[in-house]
């Protein structure tokens, strides 16, 4: 079974700049997860989806993040204009149902640097 | 609002030696999962063992198993007959979405 997959794996920027960040989640799960991590912290959850709309987007800085589930498979956040505070790793994660409280599954994340 | 911490920043074992690592978590509820995450320098997130809240029972997995103390609010990982491989990043976390706590980083001696 494929795992969460997850592009670019780094990615490094100026600061005011956008970035898009991509997740293909596990075949069939419904639930698909955003979360940052800063260095030396754990993951925070940035935005969650059930099939392709929104579950919880509470922790998400609207004003520069942006998520979509289009077709409630694929993902991509994006970050415009991008801040130096920006700087973490975005873990993309999919589980089948959250509602059923099953394991949620995560890709390799994508290390973003704004300068 | 629920909490998960995890006290230790950093923990080293010597290698085949058993190790535990602790987590304390605060909520209201009554039913609820907690689970333990592994995070190697690759930056995946693998999960370790996890513990549903209704079942006494300290779950286990090979050389892994925790200590749950509902009332007490705590879920201890313990490793026996730690491997060089076993070196990473231990997190915490409760219910699904998974809300992490801080992250141990466990060093395995050789």
């Known amino acids: 079974e494929a795992g969460v997959a997850q592009s670019p794996r780094y990615k490094i920027i100026e600061k005011r700049q956008s970035v898009a960040f991509w997740c293909n989640p596990i075949?069939?799960?419904?639930?698909l997860y955003w979360y940052q991590q800063i260095l030396g912290q754990g993951p925070k959850l940035l935005i969650q989806?059930?099939?392709?709309?929104?579950?919880?987007d509470s922790q998400l800085p609207k004003d520069r993040f942006s998520a979509e589930r289009l077709k409630g498979v694929d993902s991509t956040l994006k970050i415009q204009p991008a801040k130096l505070e920006d700087s973490a790793v975005y873990l993309c994660?999919?589980?089948?149902?959250?509602?059923?409280?099953?394991?949620?599954?995560f890709g390799q994340g994508t290390r973003l640097t704004v300068v | 609002a629920q909490t998960v911490t995890q006290s230790q920043p950093e923990m080293s074992v010597q290698e085949a030696e058993t190790v535990t690592l602790s987590c304390t978590y605060d909520?209201?509820?009554?039913?609820?999962?907690l689970f333990w995450y592994k995070q190697p320098p690759s930056r995946q997130m693998i999960l370790v063992i996890r513990?549903?809240?209704?079942?006494?029972q300290n779950a286990t997995e090979n050389r892994f198993s925790v200590n749950f103390q509902k009332a007490a609010k705590s879920f201890s990982l313990k490793i026996s007959d730690s491997q060089l491989g076993d070196a990473a990043m231990y997190f915490c976390?409760?219910?699904?979405?998974?809300?992490f706590g801080s992250g141990t980083q466990l060093t395995v001696l050789p």
């Open positions: 994660a999919s589980s089948l149902d959250w509602q059923m409280n099953t394991e949620a599954f």
């Open positions: 075949s069939g799960h419904a639930t």
């Open positions: 513990q549903e809240a209704y079942k006494q």
């Open positions: 976390a409760y219910n699904v979405p998974p809300l």
């Open positions: 909520t209201s509820e009554s039913d609820y999962y």
């Open positions: 989806f059930q099939n392709n709309g929104v579950v919880d």
